[in-house]
């Protein structure tokens, strides 16, 4: 009898329920973020002059630097391979938008247009560490000049540098050059030079 119970009834799936997307949230899913802030300063030799670089780096970001070194021998300045010629940080999340504000406060929130990358990577100078408000000159230090490179990314980059199945980054989550400069000049009040 029971089977002939089953036959008689009808056997209906029950469709699955998609939630549609709020359009605010997927518009943030493909707007760029800053993935990480790096500030170096080459200096070109070890020793004294290397350790003044890392105080000054320390001092303006609050952050312990990581000497970089050379690439190649070069006779002509001096140069071994492997021997520490600069030093750098590596700047994310809250501590790289607080110090993006002060570094573009140097240099009167204007960036030309050419800093700019294809990949929607920012590249600046700043010629004077003394620039910046929290530091004052000093005889015994000297004046460093430093190099700020901000990576940009959206969400969904991860896909890319995964140890297991790595996979290539779509088209539409490449940030571009436009978009960046739309999110410097909305967040940060950057006004792009051309």
């Known amino acids: ?3 002939e119970k089953t036959k008689d009834k009808k056997i209906t799936k029950k469709k699955p329920v998609t939630k549609k997307m709020d359009p605010d949230k997927k518009a943030k899913l493909f707007e760029p ?4 802030v790096t500030v170096n300063i080459g200096v070109g030799e070890a020793g004294e002059r290397l350790k003044k670089a890392e105080t000054v780096i320390k001092n303006i970001t609050g952050h312990k ?10 006779k002509d300045w001096g140069i071994r391979k492997r ?3 600069g030093c750098k940080v590596t700047l994310r999340n809250k501590d790289s938008i607080e110090f993006l504000k002060e570094a573009l406060s140097t240099r009167e929130n204007k960036i030309a247009d050419y800093s700019f990358d ?3 990577n920012l590249s600046f100078g700043i010629p ?3 620039l910046f408000k929290s530091q004052k000159y000093d005889p015994n230090i000297g004046i460093f000049g430093m190099d700020v490179c901000i990576t940009m990314k959206k969400p969904g980059y991860r896909v890319k540098h995964r140890r297991i199945a790595p996979r290539k980054i779509p ?6 050059k436009e978009e960046t400069m739309k999110y410097f000049s909305e967040k940060f009040n950057v006004e792009v030079i051309k």
């Open 1 to 3: 009898m029971s089977a």
């Open 33 to 36: 973020i800053i993935e990480k």
């Open 65 to 74: 630097p990581v000497e970089t070194l050379s690439r190649t021998t070069n």
């Open 83 to 85: 021997m520490p010629i």
């Open 118 to 120: 294809d990949e929607g």
């Open 128 to 130: 004077d560490h003394t």
């Open 171 to 176: 088209h539409r989550y490449k940030v571009k």
